[in-house]
């Protein structure tokens, strides 16, 4: 199975998000969508945390660490 990008991801969970707010929609694939929504969110909040450890400064010596590394 193909793992998918963050971009591609949000673009999912945005078509969960008009299922939702689709008058015509069942109970049952409005729950379908919410749930497909929830794994959604829960795959994006994986990825950019993944994202942010990873985010690095330059400082004054010209070597890199951590953003949030003490100063």
Excluded: H, W
Excluded at 7 to 33: G, H, P, V
Excluded at 41 to 68: S, Y
């Amino acid at each position: 199975m193909k793992t998918l990008s963050i971009e591609e991801n949000f673009a999912k969970l945005e078509e969960a998000i008009q299922r939702l707010e689709n008058e015509d929609t069942s109970l049952e694939e409005a729950f379908a969508a919410y749930s497909e929504g929830m794994q959604l969110v829960k795959a994006c909040n994986n990825q950019i945390d993944r994202v942010e450890k990873q985010v690095l400064k330059l400082t004054q010596e010209g070597t890199l660490e951590p953003l949030d590394a003490e100063e």
